[in-house]
């Protein structure tokens, strides 16, 4: 298997391009989830304080034998906990969960721009906190639009490393992509597959048999191609094999192209401008 290519973030620090997500994967499978993929040559873990398993990613990390400065670990600010006192206690208990004494990276999971007065400022200053102490090697947001960032932008310090925002062929946000793009922010691509629905796509579908792989293979290898940092879900130890076994072929430039030209700015989750996190 060819190594996966690192991204390097506005900070300096790398970031490999391709990881494990566990959104929905029950307590109770992660940590045999997580064992699967750091044998198959994943090292970045995407987890959350809403998902319910941060305690059992750590310790498929720790069984792993891995030293922690291997795995790239990136977590999210609940969305319960955006007043600071509660995000300081929250980040606090996604260590200790963890059994870690830093993430890589801590992330804003949503704006909700219509709690906490939308007041997601005070809450980035607070993620700026765990930043400046080095408990977050590096910080970020997740689900925010242009004009959230262009907030940022006017009233902190700190430019978001990445935004991880849903993306796949059905959703290719352009928009956002130049958005960041101009401003060195990393694109991270949640639900890379559409959670499964993009898979059967005409196009993709003749894409895979031209090229000798499969239609997931084909849709992550796309968003490599376009310079996405994406960590795809499974529990299925030959799908989490699968889906990293994208490192030896190249689409050319027309098949790229064409999985974009599938955009229909379809959604599989919430609206971020409407969300309220629950
Ligand atoms: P995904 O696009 O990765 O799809 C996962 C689903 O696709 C699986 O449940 C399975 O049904 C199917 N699948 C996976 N590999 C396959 C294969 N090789 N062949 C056929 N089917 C396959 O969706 P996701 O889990 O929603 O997103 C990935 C990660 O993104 C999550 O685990 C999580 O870490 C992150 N995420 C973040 C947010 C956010 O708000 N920041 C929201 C959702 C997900």
Redesign the pocket.
């Known amino acids: 298997m060819t190594s996966i290519p690192d991204i390097r973030l506005n900070n300096g620090q790398a970031i490999p391009q391709f990881g494990f997500?566990?959104?929905?994967i029950e307590p109770k499978d992660t940590a045999a989830a997580v064992s699967t993929a750091l044998e198959a040559g994943y090292r970045h873990i995407?987890?959350?304080e809403m998902y319910g398993n941060e305690a059992e990613v750590g310790e498929a990390i720790a069984r792993s034998g891995l030293d922690r400065g291997e795995v790239f670990v990136t977590s999210?600010l609940s969305n319960d906990a955006h007043e600071p006192d509660d995000a300081r206690q929250a980040f606090e208990g996604t260590l200790k969960a963890l059994g870690t004494e830093y993430l890589d990276l801590f992330?804003i999971?949503?704006p909700l721009p219509t709690r906490y007065g939308g007041d997601y400022v005070q809450t980035w200053r607070t993620l700026e906190e765990f930043y400046r102490e080095g408990r977050a090697r590096s910080i970020g947001v997740?689900?925010f639009q242009p004009h959230h960032l262009r907030r940022l932008h006017g009233e902190t310090e700190i430019i978001p490393a990445v935004n991880?925002i849903?993306m796949?062929p059905y959703l290719t946000q352009d928009e956002v992509r130049a958005f960041c793009g101009e401003h060195q922010i990393a694109v991270e691509g949640?639900?890379?597959?559409?959670?499964?629905g993009v898979?059967a796509d005409p196009t993709i579908q003749s894409i895979a048999t031209r090229a000798g792989k499969?239609p997931?293979q084909v849709v992550l290898r796309w968003h490599i191609q376009r310079g996405n940092i994406v960590?795809?879900?499974?529990v299925t130890p030959d799908?989490i094999r699968?889906?990293i076994d994208i490192f030896d072929f190249e689409l050319p430039a027309t098949d790229v192209e064409d999985i974009t030209l599938l955009n229909k700015n379809e959604r599989t989750?919430p609206d971020p401008d409407k969300f309220a996190g629950q």
Do not use: I, M, Y
């Not at 997500?21 to 929905?24: I, R, T």
């Not at 960590?231 to 499974?234: A, D, I, L, R, T």
């Open positions: 997500g566990v959104f929905q995407d987890t959350a999210k992330l999971h949503w997740s689900n991880q849903e796949h949640w639900s890379p597959l559409g959670k499964g898979l499969t997931a960590f795809p879900k499974s799908r699968e889906n989750g």
